[in-house]
């Protein structure tokens, strides 16, 4: 394991053993792994996310990716997340992938039929970062089929904005979110587009505390796929997926999330499984400031 | 050591501005104590509800598991901030004020609805509208200020 693993590793560690020992507060979080509603999270919480994909890969080994984030509420109109990434290619090795940071900023200060967020992420990722956390420009399923030896030595440093559009309406959230993505390199811009809908399973709440009620579930749906390049826009060459979702809130301050993505073209991977589990730690920055000598 | 170090200053970076900036904001109330917390100031947004969302009823008004219902939902979502029992902590300010309690339902509605994103109160409309009017009826239950001794009771 690489010294960045090993740090990783560690600071993942401890994390959770923060999450596992502190007071959790219940989130009402939406469903979708891909695509990003308008919802932000609330000032001074962190929430630690794990998540999983499992992807098949014609004509080479399938893959298992992943990813931890940590989102942070700074404010309650800027959101910023760090993101650990890795995979295992079966009959291959386990990597260590990059990372990237994430910030989300509200543009409006009240709600609105459509409320728009912008997005701007820094990444550094290896050629070999299989976690299709968005699917841009002309993101194939063939390019992941060389050895992780080979695609490692691939480095790749993004930028990448997004306008995350989203509202809430009679229970259902819409989103569509547009993605343009910068290789820091020499790479034209690539795009991408993210949709999805989601509405919870009951409306109201329950009485009485419960695990299992129809208000914890959120099912909904996501699509998303890539929009070519600057010299090349449209859907040619490019891969989409189709994937219904659902997000199981416990009382227990757990989020549970599960998504089974199918390819919806020859260019992507036949099937993706995704699932994360996430909680949130209330008063994380109160908690940092009180370590450092702030107020009590 | 090249590739560790540059993920390690963004890290700590990121954490030293973030929990700086969510600290830096001046807290809107100073105590946990209803009395001490009172700043008529800090209830002026409930005035900017427009007239519309203030006329609307609650439409669950007379559902017999609204209060209860929303007490959970306050645990869950509400208590970390303005406290157990609403009385207000450093980060959030009390709801038993008659600010609040004499405030038509569909302002705190409206205010629960939109936050106010300058003062960290977040957005609440990720909660689907039946969730916020139960809330709404519960904080609309507790009534008015707790008495002192009320206040400073231990919690159960």
């Not at chain 1, 749906?221 to 219904?244: I, K, Q």
């Not at chain 2, 590739?3 to 600290?23: E, G, I, R, W, Y």
Request: hydrophobic share 40%; charged share 20%.
């Amino acid at each position: 394991m690489s010294s960045i693993g090993r740090l990783a590793f560690l600071v993942s560690l401890f994390l959770c053993f923060l999450v596992l020992f502190s007071p959790g507060a219940s989130a009402q979080e939406n469903p979708y792994i891909v695509a990003y509603d308008h919802y932000l999270e609330e000032p001074g919480n962190l929430e630690i996310e794990y998540f999983s994909t499992f992807g098949t890969q014609r004509g080479g080994n399938d893959f298992h990716a992943f990813w931890t984030e940590f989102e942070y509420g700074a404010t309650a109109w800027w959101t910023t997340e760090f993101y650990l990434d890795g995979q295992t290619t079966f009959g291959d090795s386990t990597i260590f992938t990059g990372f990237r940071w994430e910030n989300r900023f509200r543009l409006l200060r009240q709600e609105h039929f459509i409320n728009p967020v912008l997005y701007v992420e820094y990444e550094h990722t290896s050629g070999a970062d299989k976690i299709l956390k968005e699917v841009e420009g002309h993101d194939m399923e063939s390019d992941y089929l060389e050895p992780n030896a080979i695609l490692r030595k691939e480095h790749d440093q993004e930028m990448e904005l997004k306008l995350l559009l989203s509202g809430t309406h009679m229970g259902w959230n819409f989103v569509e979110n547009t993605i343009a993505t910068k290789n820091l390199s020499n790479v034209p811009w690539e795009f991408g587009y993210a949709l999805g809908a989601s509405r919870p399973l009951a409306l109201k709440a329950s009485a009485k505390r419960c695990s299992f009620c129809r208000q914890n579930f959120i099912a909904g749906v996501e699509m998303y796929g890539g929009l070519g390049d600057r010299y090349s826009f449209g859907l040619n060459n490019t891969s989409h997926y189709l994937a219904p979702v659902v997000a199981w809130n416990l009382p227990s301050d757990w989020t549970l999330r599960l998504s089974g993505g199918f390819g919806l073209n020859d260019q992507s991977h036949r099937f993706l499984l995704r699932w994360g589990v996430s909680r949130e730690v209330p008063g994380f920055g109160s908690m940092v400031n009180r370590l450092f000598g702030g107020h009590k | 050591m090249k590739t560790l170090s540059l993920p390690l200053a963004l890290a700590a970076a990121l954490l030293a501005l973030s929990v700086a900036l969510a600290q830096s904001q001046k807290p809107e109330s100073a105590s946990t104590t209803p009395a001490a917390s009172y700043d008529p100031a800090i209830y002026a947004e409930l005035g900017k509800a427009p007239e519309k969302a203030r006329n609307r009823t609650n439409p669950l008004q007379n559902d017999p598991d609204a209060v209860a219902a929303g007490a959970l939902l306050f645990e869950q979502h509400c208590a970390e901030c303005h406290g157990d029992v609403a009385e207000g902590t450093r980060k959030g300010p009390s709801l038993l004020v008659p600010e609040v309690q004499n405030a038509p339902p569909g302002a705190i509605f409206w205010l629960l609805t939109n936050g106010v994103v300058r003062k960290k109160m977040p957005v609440w409309s990720k909660l689907p509208e039946p969730q916020r009017w139960q809330l709404v009826r519960y904080i609309k239950s507790l009534g008015g200020p707790a008495t002192p001794a009320e206040s400073s009771s231990p919690k159960p």
